[in-house]
């Protein structure tokens, strides 16, 4: 089955026919996705490569978090997506970043502070989860308009942390293929 796979306004088309292989843009990867607790969190392998990856679907999308890095993907059907690609809906820039937490935990370090710029990749704050210290990263360039959060504070998975005036709505860093593998698989294995 073909999937578009959106992520930070950039389309992957997925070919997920094959149990093991996944075509990315035409590039074929061996792909294992396994469930580690029946819930969120799974075990990628990308071409022998190993990822312990998180992925939350709310509000139409996917939440991928993989080695500190949030993406929120959204996933089509090739078709659909084609579909409405002719009847006019398009994705809108809103021009700031909600950061939310990707799941409930602690707040360890608090690293941006409102007013303070930002660049895509850059650690905002610290997040414990289940015994491990995740890095939650600047989804874009901006500057911090607001923080929610302070050190300790615990977070439900959802809770605004911060909002970033997003000034590069274009920005894009390239590993967006292996989030795009690993919603596709979560996708094909529902």
């Known amino acids: 089955m ?10 992957f088309e997925i070919d997920v026919d094959r149990h093991g292989t996944v075509v990315v843009d035409g590039e074929e990867q061996c792909v294992d996705l396994r469930p580690i607790d029946g819930a ?28 500190g890095e949030q993406y929120e993907v959204d996933v089509d059907q090739e078709r659909l997506k084609k579909l409405k ?9 809103e021009g700031a970043a909600n ?19 930002v ?25 911090v308009q607001s923080v929610s959060v302070a050190p300790g504070a615990a ?9 970033i005036e997003n000034q590069d709505a274009d920005a894009d860093d ?8 690993a919603l596709a698989e979560v996708v094909d294995g529902r």
């Open 99 to 117: 950061i939310e937490a990707p799941m409930p935990g602690l707040v360890v370090r608090v690293l941006a502070a409102p007013g303070d710029e």
């Open 174 to 181: 390239g590993d967006e293929d292996g989030a795009a593998v």
């Open 40 to 67: 969120y969190l799974y075990s990628l392998i990308i071409d022998k490569v190993s990822y312990e990856i998180y992925v939350e679907r709310r509000e139409g999308a996917y939440y991928v978090l993989i080695e």
């Open 119 to 143: 660049s895509e990749g850059q650690g905002l704050l610290i997040l414990e989860a289940m015994k491990m210290e995740n890095e939650i990263r600047s989804p874009c360039d901006g500057v």
């Open 85 to 93: 690609a002719f009847s006019g809906h398009t994705l809108e820039d």
């Open 2 to 11: 073909k999937y578009i796979a959106t992520v930070r306004g950039q389309d």
């Open 155 to 163: 977070v439900d998975k959802g809770d605004t942390l911060m909002v």
